[in-house]
């Protein structure tokens, strides 16, 4: 699997904590970095068709034709993917086994746009709605208002984009419980296939933690959470979507294979500024969340002697022990749908394990945190879904 990062913004929304820039002068460097770590880290993957590649950010519908040409050019030569028997960079591969995801901002999907996206081979897109409300998208400080929210699914569903996901955000102060349920309402009448849902979390350094801190915004409820996280999941499984991990709904066979690579361990590649990576064992790695150091160290980046000399302020990474890889596999594992299984946790960490997880979820066994667990599979229920973290955490071996 592949993730290309794109680093850039028009705006910077009130509560992201995600690495950007508004600034874009960096931003050929940036692409031009992004292609050389393409082709210089193609080894770190298995040889042959990558099964996905996400680009996210940022913002990646930022991308103009061209750069997102370059790159697919990139992806083709270093035999990420097949290229398309035309020899055109920027044209469908007809190779639906490949997801290829792009995450894309409403404000930025006119018709030219979409042109461009429905031509080149994107097979799925990922749209931040956030919210179709004008109030919420003000207080986030969205690039884009309600009309563009609703528009922009039925116009990349035209272009045929059938492939679509969208993020929400949930329980902010602005949101009433209403609004939560037209919200709702209004994705599922659009036909959406895929939704993911977060509550509006106040991270310290962002212009919504400053004013909460100061006093100049109230903080978020935890009750107002749990309210709109149930009709969430009351609305969303009553409309056909499978709840399939914490903030993840899908429609049958939507589920997005990228993320559920990442939950389950599979090796994958972190592309551009800030981006991480997975080896499938032990070592994650990831890039300096800094456009202007990403791509100096990039521009003089030549031999793969070169790249390992990057190590320290182009990358960094960390081997994870055995109790590491535990602990992420109880987490994972609980936030998803299909649960912990006794006898997979045997086979993969042993006995003691076992003994430790089982003994350390009575207590929660007994609170009705899980479904029947007869068949040795521990999934959580609906109050456990709501509690996810310390349900995980009690597991964690420390
Ligand atoms: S568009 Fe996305 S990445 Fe950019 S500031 Fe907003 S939430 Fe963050």
């Not at 994650?284 to 990039?298: I, L």
Request: net charge negative; glycine share 8%.
């Amino acid at each position: 699997m592949l993730y290309i990062h794109i680093p850039f913004c028009k705006q910077a929304c009130s509560y992201c904590n995600f690495h950007f820039s508004t600034s874009m002068k960096t931003r050929d460097a940036v692409i031009d970095g992004i292609c050389k770590e393409l082709e210089m880290r193609r080894p770190e993957l298995p040889a042959g068709s990558v099964p996905s590649v996400y680009f996210g950010g940022g913002t990646p519908s930022l991308l103009t034709e061209v750069e997102l040409g370059r790159i697919f050019q990139v992806l083709y030569d270093n035999e990420y993917l097949t290229p398309p028997t035309s020899g055109s960079p920027n044209e469908p591969t007809n190779q639906q086994t490949n997801e290829l995801t792009l995450e894309a901002n409403p404000d930025d999907l006119d018709e030219a746009t979409i042109q461009t996206l429905a031509a080149s081979p994107i097979n799925r897109l990922s749209i931040g709605i956030q919210s179709f409300y004008e109030e919420d998208l003000r207080f986030m400080n969205r690039a884009h208002n309600a009309t563009e929210a609703r528009s922009a699914i039925k116009k990349v569903n035209r272009a045929g984009f059938d492939d679509v996901s969208i993020d929400l955000i949930y329980g902010g102060q602005t949101t009433t419980d209403d609004m939560w349920a037209e919200n709702l309402r209004i994705a599922t009448d659009l036909g959406v296939t895929h939704i993911s849902a977060y509550a509006l979390t106040v991270e310290p350094k962002t212009a919504l933690g400053v004013n909460v801190a100061k006093g100049k915004v109230s903080n978020t409820d935890d009750v107002k959470f749990d309210r709109h996280f149930n009709k969430l999941v009351d609305h969303l499984t009553s409309h056909g979507y499978r709840h399939y991990e914490v903030s993840n709904f899908c429609l049958p066979g939507h589920e997005s294979r990228h993320n559920s690579g990442y939950w389950s361990g599979q090796v994958y590649l972190g592309i551009g500024p800030g981006a991480h990576g997975f080896d499938g064992q032990r070592t994650r790695k990831w890039n300096v969340s800094n456009n202007a150091a990403y791509a100096k160290a990039w521009a003089e980046i030549n031999t793969p002697e070169d790249f390992a000399a990057a190590d320290g302020f182009l990358y960094d990474a960390e081997s994870l022990t055995d109790n590491d890889r535990y602990n992420e596999y109880i987490m994972t594992g609980l936030r998803r749908d299909v649960g912990v299984s006794v006898s997979e946790l045997e086979r993969l960490f042993g006995a003691e394990k076992v003994r430790y997880f089982t003994d350390s979820q009575r207590g929660n066994v007994a609170a009705n945190l899980f479904l029947d667990t007869s068949d040795g599979v521990y999934r959580l229920s609906r109050a456990g879904i709501m509690r996810a973290d310390g349900v995980g955490g009690d597991g964690f071996w420390v």
